[in-house]
């Protein structure tokens, strides 16, 4: 099975940067993605990494580490829309392709 | 535009009742997901079909059911064996298990027992 660990919650400023970190545990991967959840809406697809490696994508990086079971989701020039909820999901290696979720890291952007 | 369409966006159910919750894709994405997910927690694996008239249960599928008898169409069936039902239900799919394709989620539905 799957196991996915990231903090709760976090805080920061407009403008700023924040690291949101994701470690995991698995028994087959074949990538890790980040979603994107505002309040009361579905997710968004983010980022996706399989090999080792930083994936940079406008404001948003993610960075991955298979040999540690650790990747991070790296946010730029922090917007006030960019308060939501970032999902950490594992990706296994069976055909059917499911993916495990972490709970989640709430970040509130203040001005 | 393509997409995923879930319906209906709120549903209440009395208890003891069986409901259906649509899901419909206009993506020719071979591969649908149920996840349900419950206030300040992740998704968590309801059921999941690869190919027509196949599914396979994922980690919560007792009090659930679903079919799948056209690409476009996953519904799902809360039944009354569920015991704790009131959560967000969200639909995904996913062109093909292969290199980057992630989830395209439906609005979700939200579901509460009265």
């Known amino acids: ?111 | 535009d393509g997409g995923i369409t879930q319906s209906p966006k709120y549903l209440f159910r009395k208890e003891g009742q069986n409901v259906t919750l649509s899901c419909e894709q206009n993506l020719n994405h071979d591969a649908m997901y149920w996840y349900r997910q419950d206030p300040g927690q992740g998704l968590r694996l309801i059921y999941y079909s690869q190919i027509v008239n196949d599914f396979q249960k994922g980690d919560i599928a007792e009090g659930y059911s679903v079919s799948r008898e056209k690409k476009e169409s996953f519904p799902l069936t809360v039944t009354s064996a569920q015991k704790n039902p009131t959560a967000f239900y969200l639909c995904a799919s996913s062109a093909s298990t292969g290199y980057g394709y992630g989830y395209t989620f439906g609005s979700g539905t939200r579901l509460t027992v009265v």
């Open chain 1, 1 to 111: 099975g799957q196991n996915i660990d990231q903090p709760t919650e976090m805080t920061a400023t407009e403008g700023a940067i924040v690291q949101i970190n994701c470690t995991y545990q698995t028994s087959g991967f074949n990538g890790l993605f980040w979603y994107q959840q505002h309040a009361g809406e579905a997710p968004t697809f983010l980022s996706y990494n399989v090999l080792d490696g930083l994936e940079e994508k406008g404001r948003f990086s993610s960075f991955l580490s298979r040999s540690k079971g650790y990747s991070y989701l790296l946010l730029k020039e922090l917007q006030m829309k960019d308060s939501a909820s970032y999902l950490c999901a594992v990706r296994d290696n069976t055909n059917a392709g499911k993916s495990t979720f972490g709970d989640g890291t709430t970040l509130t952007v203040k001005p």
